[in-house]
């Protein structure tokens, strides 16, 4: 699915993506509402989102909709703002990746495949705050300190192989944490750990 406000823009990427990757079908959508409503009816795998939009629904809000339609999808913002603010708050609504507009095609490409490796691809800013940094009480969730270290990493992107390797334990032993928390917490939908994530201010520098 391809979310833009310009014809021009929609045109290209569907051609290049019809170039580079094994696409079964295909939907185009020129505003948010437009966007959700055609999501109903299509389960997209992949969809590249717009952000400055006209039609009173903005990307933003369009990005969370959609999660919430499509909640095994990648959805990638793809934008001519280079703002990492703007990345900030695509992540934490649920995005997987942000891209950005005046990328060369190969990049492009190549930033795609990553995302649907299951890779989160924004800016490495976004990545540098420690986890012992972040300020923040988890004391009303029946998590243990160690829980608690994969529940933030996995909220940031991190794969289970980088939570193991930055903790020191094993890929299996990540999974049995995920389980675990994801019983607590009544969910395993990353997307409302993020929401949970956002309500105890994980995200605050």
Not at 66 to 76: H, S, T
Not at 141 to 155: A, C, H, Q, Y
């Amino acid at each position: 699915m391809i979310i833009d406000d310009h014809e021009i823009v929609r045109d290209g990427l569907s051609m290049l993506l019809q170039q580079s990757f094994c696409i079964d079908g295909r939907i185009c959508a020129c505003d948010g509402y437009e966007a959700v409503k055609a999501a109903v009816d299509f389960p997209a795998d992949l969809v590249l989102l717009d952000l400055s939009m006209p039609g009173g629904l903005d990307g933003m809000t369009t990005l969370e909709r959609l999660r919430k339609l499509l909640p095994d999808a990648k959805i990638v913002i793809f934008s001519m703002h280079d703002d990492i603010g703007y990345q900030k708050k695509a992540y934490e609504a649920g995005a997987d990746g942000y891209l950005i507009k005046q990328l060369k095609r190969d990049d492009l490409i190549q930033s795609l495949d990553k995302i649907l490796a299951n890779q989160k691809v924004f800016d490495t800013h976004i990545w540098e705050d420690d986890i012992e940094g972040d300020q923040f009480n988890l004391v009303d969730l029946p998590i243990t300190k160690r829980e608690k270290e994969v529940f933030i990493l996995t909220v940031k992107g991190y794969s289970q192989k980088d939570i193991a390797e930055r903790l020191d334990i094993s890929v299996k032993t990540v999974e049995n944490h995920r389980q675990k928390i994801g019983e607590k917490l009544g969910t395993h939908k990353r997307y409302e750990w993020v929401e949970t994530a956002r309500k105890y201010n994980v995200f605050q520098p």
